[in-house]
């Protein structure tokens, strides 16, 4: 993907996030690594509003080099690239939204993952997505949890494509932001689930039927 391929991309997916409830008002941001730097939405833009000459533009360091001011979570979003890419080395989408199910599950949260493994396809394509406790937005201490639980996991052999930010929102990753865009889908619908059926307290997959996705599929759980 050339840079403007991935200014334009980043544009679409932020506007497909913010007509469907996704994120709202300036909430999330969605940031791309280049081989030589990377691109990230600006602070306190509304994803559904983007203009590709606009979003901010970093070197490898992560100094600005040109767009408006980068979102601070960038920090965040760096240090996620580096943990994960030693597990999933094209790894080079990051999303960040306040999702609606997401973020009220976390609000009366118990344990220390978001959700069981309630589907096959949450199983497959989302994976184990632990929960962060609250830092502030933009907290270095929040950065330094998800490094962590990023190589807990991996070196566990269960690479992560998720973490969930208590009270804030999840953060996805992956090779694209289309395929980025699907992580985080399927994760806000199976918080969805949880959430409408949570008096009735679904019983997750089993340990054979999860086996059998591991098995078949290849599915990190």
Known sequence: MTENQAREEICRVGRSLFERGYVHATAGNISVRLDD?????PTDACLGFLDPARLARLD???RQTGGDRASK???LHTRIYAAARKFDAQTACVI?????????????????????ALTPYFVMKVGHVPLIPYHRPGAPEAAEKVAQAIERFGAAGTPLRAVMLERLGPNVWHETPAA???VLEELEETARLQMLMSAARPEPLDAQQIDELRTTFGARW
């Open 180 to 182: 980025a865009m699907a």
């Open 96 to 116: 960040h939204t306040h999702s609606t199910h997401c973020v009220a599950l976390t609000l009366n949260a118990a344990g220390d993952e978001l959700l069981p």
């Open 60 to 62: 490898a360091d992560g």
């Open 37 to 41: 730097g990377f691109l990230i939405t």
């Open 73 to 75: 979570t960038i920090a």
